[in-house]
């Protein structure tokens, strides 16, 4: 291979590196062995969050990070935030440090996917090794990231075609990159082929792996589940592909199984919160409360330090509680999640006065119930895009409960809005309206709010097809803002805005607008034709916009 990094003597001078570590002599070795590999630009950090502030004041090239860090965030969770803000771009270089090599903790950190991953003692010569590897394949495939981050999909999968062609000796890791393209481009069939060419050459977990996420997405279950079991088969303690297909398996309704798989795969990385969450919940599922309650345990205490733990947690092992009688337990929750959250956002302000009213209606505090829920209605005028759908149907659970069947109805009619066409969503807001004795006024409703979501996407689609650009999408906006998650308002909004700017000239405030909504709804459009149209349109006005 040639390139810049071969073609002078290798040195980390110019390069912004951040050494997180709570002892400060460890900080210190660290940093003498970056000086004598020319770093002249280093920072530290004794904890994770001040690791984070760190990160997000100015984004580092190379970030070593010990895994304990003490009380607070572990290196793990240091990466997880950093990533879910955004603060480590492709380029970026997050080495995690640990004298700790037990399989469950090494599983879970391999799980995460750093850069490397070093083992206490180590070498200078060692460290130097790993980062000069690690930044001459960063190099190699910079072109390449550089287009998936920008959403140029189809590009991506061009240069990876290309590098493979010319015998690159990563040939392998560039077909996982095309695959992870394709399947972002959500273009399932083009997928299914590449990965289908893969396994043809070689029997590798990753391709199997996505092969059962592609059909699964084309809502071939069955053939999903049998490749993902081969995936497993051929690597025991590959827990994507447990999680995948513990999702496979609830899609067909086989609950039991799925419990199963994500014990399986707790078993083998036991601090994945959002593994953790869904072993939970397909416990109380099955009626398997004991084993409910220790995933939502689990949850709690991994949850402490991690971007991923929020107060609605709580509420969900207090729901265990009280289906198991034990409304003491239930109540104990509520003091340790205000000392959890002192200074919660509103959000979260909302999430816990929900959480309290299902608590104190659950063990029959009904004046104290009905204050919580007035707090969290109150909340929700204020911020309606604040409640997710899930934490909406709760409230309106506990309204129910608790006779306030007009309050129901206001939140059940705010989830059939943003997902009228989801037809699950739909079920389980017919059976709220069952419990509440209106099953028949409920149909009645669900019918109305989607028709009237029909006919505002429709007037939308007319003024656009009129020519009246400006009018479409100014009534697309409004109604996105009130209904964040409604993916048919957000693909028209976007392909409103998309011809708006065909017809007059390319923006970027105008695009950023458009490629926010369709990043917001790129989890649930999945089986939308239209979602990698639009997308690709966007890539094309970005393009020209240079």
Not at 109 to 132: N, S
Not at 213 to 221: D, M, N, T
Not at 306 to 319: K, M, R
Not at 405 to 432: K, P, S, Y
Request: glycine share 6%.
């Amino acid at each position: 291979m040639s390139g810049p990094l071969n073609d002078k003597p290798w040195s980390l001078k110019g390069l912004h590196i951040l050494i997180v570590d709570d002892f400060a002599q460890l900080r210190s070795m660290l940093r003498e062995m970056l000086l004598a590999s020319g770093a002249d630009d280093i920072v530290a950090a004794r904890n994770g969050e001040d690791a984070l502030a760190a990160m997000a004041e100015r984004k580092p090239d190379i970030v070593l990070c010990d895994y304990h860090l003490g009380d607070g965030k572990d290196g793990q969770q240091v990466l997880e935030e950093a990533r879910e803000h955004d603060w480590l771009p492709y380029s970026s270089i997050f080495v995690l440090i640990s004298a700790e090599n037990t399989v469950k903790m090494v599983m879970g950190v391999v799980e995460h996917e750093p850069d490397a991953y070093l083992t206490k003692p180590f070498t200078r010569g060692v460290l130097q090794a790993r980062l000069r590897r690690l930044q001459e394949k960063k190099a190699r495939f910079a072109g390449i990231a550089r287009a998936v981050e920008r959403g140029e999909y189809l590009k991506a999968c061009s240069l990876c075609d290309a590098a493979v062609a010319q015998g690159d000796r990563y040939q392998f890791d560039l077909m996982r990159i095309k695959g992870d393209a394709l399947q972002r481009a959500r273009d399932y069939a083009a997928a299914e082929a590449h990965y289908r060419q893969v396994l043809e050459q070689r029997e590798l977990s990753w391709a199997q792996l996505g092969l059962g996420q592609v059909l699964f997405h084309q809502q071939r279950y069955a053939d999903a589940i049998e490749m993902l079991q081969q995936a497993i088969a051929s690597r025991p303690n590959f827990v994507a592909a447990h999680d995948w297909l513990a999702r496979a398996q609830q899609a067909q309704g086989d609950w039991q199984a799925s419990e199963l798989t994500l014990s399986q795969a707790v078993e083998l990385s036991p601090k994945n919160l959002r593994r953790q969450k869904a072993l939970g919940r397909a416990a109380v599922k099955n009626g398997h409360l004991d084993a409910a309650e220790t995933a939502f345990r689990t949850v709690l205490r991994e949850g402490r330090h991690s971007i991923f733990g929020a107060p609605a947690d709580y509420g969900e092992l207090a729901q265990v509680y009280l289906q198991g009688d034990n409304a003491a337990e239930a109540g104990k929750l509520l003091g340790r999640m205000r000392r959890a959250y002192p200074d919660a956002d509103g959000s979260a302000q909302l999430q816990m006065a929900i959480v309290e009213g299902q608590v104190h209606t659950g063990m029959g505090h009904r004046d104290q119930g009905e204050e919580a829920m007035q707090r969290a209605l109150a909340l929700f005028e204020e911020q309606p895009e604040a409640l997710d759908r899930e934490q909406a149907m709760n409230l309106a659970q506990t309204c129910v409960r608790l006779g306030q069947n007009d309050a129901a109805t206001a939140l059940i009619q705010h989830v059939v809005r943003a997902n009228h066409e989801d037809e699950a969503m739909l079920a389980r807001a017919r059976e709220l309206f069952a419990e509440a004795g209106m099953p028949e006024q409920g149909e009645e409703i669900i019918t109305a709010e989607r028709k009237a979501m029909i006919r505002l996407n429709n007037e939308a689609v007319v003024l656009a097809r009129d020519g009246q650009l400006r009018e479409s999408v100014s009534m697309l906006l409004k109604a996105a803002q009130v209904m964040p998650e409604n993916v048919a308002i957000n693909l028209n909004a976007a392909q409103s805005m998309l011809m708006l700017m065909q017809q007059d000239g390319a923006n970027w405030p105008l695009l950023r607008q458009v490629q926010d909504m369709l990043r917001r709804v790129s989890g649930t459009a999945a089986s939308n034709e239209r979602y990698p149209k639009l997308l690709a349109m966007a890539q094309n006005m970005e393009r020209s916009l240079g």
